[in-house]
């Protein structure tokens, strides 16, 4: 059984009884984690506080700098290791899983040069005083992650959080953190002091649970579903804590009868088919202007059929879903589609040698789908993909903004005023014109609005969120 990363060491899980570790591919158990409680959370968050008020806290900004880019250089120097770990722990194609590791690596790099580069202000104020406005970190970071993505969410949430100064507790989702354990050896490696990172495998209602009601824990990140969120952040009030939520979306692309089709059709496919479907920015509604409707469903229907689904050594399009149970619900999901009289316009296929066993789903095209049904409004976290038509430019803001969730739009038109206008109307926290971008860009600041979260990860403006700002008023003698 995997033990606990905690104070830079592998550390004895306080109860004996550990969680298995599925292949996805096969639903085969390989592995045993460590099914962390309240009482290793707290030796965890107490090792990392020991950091912030010692070596890692005394650690100037320069120097955070350069041990978060040698962890960048040595998670690419560890690439092909870490990627079989992620691909057998979620079952996502291996080269999908060799992005997500080089995505690990750039969090690190864009973060540790960034670390001090973060500079105050110096306000005019009266006469006899200075006044300096200073970025500190918050102390303590408690990181509850999902599974979809898990070396990316990895890299998104601790880099910045580290390049600040904050020491980090990550409880990471039961059903994917093979990676996050094998990483923190080799953060340790290359040189981040004790502490600093620390990791607690476990169940959400206990280790995640105990994570975020800790007293000592200065903020919160989360990312996962609504309902989760909700908890969080219920437990991250009781103790006043700073909270970044980011929950998931169903994100519209929006296609005008202006679009480059031949451009926009497989990148349409794409973002809803990357990850299978699991993927909070997934492009899982496809919007599309009346008079081309047709034309548009037909050319995603056929790339739709040639859609391959199957294990990570097979080059499939598609990976299986992450459990069992995940698997059930979005099974279910279609079969509510199915009963409520929605009609597939095309499934993927299954790529030969795909293992029985394996949580696979078929890539399924529905439409036109009526914009209050079900799969117009709820995230399916799997490979579905609803399409929609509309009249006019107002008639796709109000499709487009019509659910309880505001992450990711993309809209595809050759027109530029109307790209200005739909950018501009668009809600959520990313727009992009003639492009989708589910799950990449380190660069680009991302979150949400309403039911999809609040708070802003990558980018520069994470590190906003990782600190806060102090003000210091000093009145001298003139
Ligand atoms: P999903 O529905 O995608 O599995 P969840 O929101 O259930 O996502 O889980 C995301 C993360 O939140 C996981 O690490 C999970 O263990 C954790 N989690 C689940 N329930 C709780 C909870 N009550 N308190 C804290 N963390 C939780």
């Not at 079952?91 to 590791?101: C, H, S, V």
């Not at 047709?294 to 059929?305: G, I, K, M, W």
């Not at 529905?366 to 006019?392: N, S, T």
């Amino acid at each position: 059984m995997k033990k606990l990363f905690i104070g830079g060491e592998w550390v004895a899980p306080a109860q004996a009884d550990g969680i298995p570790v599925y292949f996805p591919a096969t639903g085969e158990s390989y592995d045993e984690i460590a099914r962390g409680q309240a009482s290793d959370i707290d030796s965890a968050v107490k090792a990392a506080r020991a950091a912030v008020n010692g070596l890692w806290g005394k650690t100037t900004a320069t120097e955070r700098g350069r041990i978060l880019m040698k962890i960048g250089e040595s998670v690419l120097a560890n690439q092909e290791e870490l990627a079989g770990i992620e691909a057998k722990d979620t079952g996502k194609p291996l080269e999908l899983a060799r992005k997500d590791i080089q995505a690990l690596a750039r969090y690190f790099e864009f973060y540790g040069s960034a670390a001090d580069k973060v500079h105050g202000q110096v306000i005019p104020y009266l006469s006899g005083y200075s006044v300096n406005i200073v970025r500190q970190p918050f102390g303590v970071v408690g990181h509850i992650i999902p599974w979809n993505y898990p070396a990316q969410m990895l890299g998104r949430t601790v880099a910045p959080a580290l390049a600040m100064g904050n020491a980090s507790v990550v409880k990471p989702a039961e059903d994917a953190c093979m990676t996050s354990l094998r990483f923190a050896e080799i953060a340790t490696d290359a040189g981040l002091p004790a502490g600093a990172l620390n990791i607690v495998t476990g169940y959400g209602r206990e280790a995640g649970a105990a994570l975020s009601e800790h007293p000592d824990v200065n903020m919160i990140t989360f990312t996962g579903s609504p309902q989760v969120g909700t908890t969080i952040q219920t437990a991250a009030a009781q103790n006043h804590v700073k909270c970044v939520l980011e929950l998931g979306g169903k994100c519209p692309q929006l296609v005008f009868d202006d679009a480059d089709l031949d451009k926009a059709i497989p990148v349409i496919v794409g973002a809803i088919v990357q990850n299978a479907g699991q993927t909070c920015s997934a492009g899982s509604r496809v919007l599309i202007q009346e008079g081309i409707f047709d034309e548009v469903l037909d050319r995603v229907a056929a790339r739709f059929r040639e859609l391959r689904v199957g294990g990570p050594d097979s080059a499939p399009d598609c990976g299986p879903i992450i459990t069992h149970a995940q698997y059930g619900r979005v099974k279910q999901f279609i079969a509510e589609c199915l009963d409520s009289g929605l009609q597939p316009v095309a499934e993927g296929s299954f790529a030969e040698g795909t293992a029985e066993g394996g949580y696979y789903v078929k890539p399924t095209l529905f439409g036109p789908v009526p914009r209050d049904h079900k799969l117009a409004r709820e995230e399916v976290f799997g490979p579905v993909l609803a399409a929609i038509p509309f009249k006019d430019e107002d008639d796709a803001i109000a499709v487009a903004n019509g659910t309880d969730y505001g992450l990711v739009a993309s809209v595809w038109t050759e027109n530029g005023a109307r790209q200005h206008r739909i950018a501009n109307r668009l809600e959520g926290g990313q727009v992009f014109i003639n492009c989708y971008g589910a799950g990449g860009g380190v660069e680009l600041p991302f979150g949400g609005v309403r039911k999809s979260g609040h708070g802003r990860e990558k980018g520069f403006l994470a590190l906003d969120e990782f600190s806060h700002t102090k003000t210091i008023v000093n009145h001298y003698q003139q």
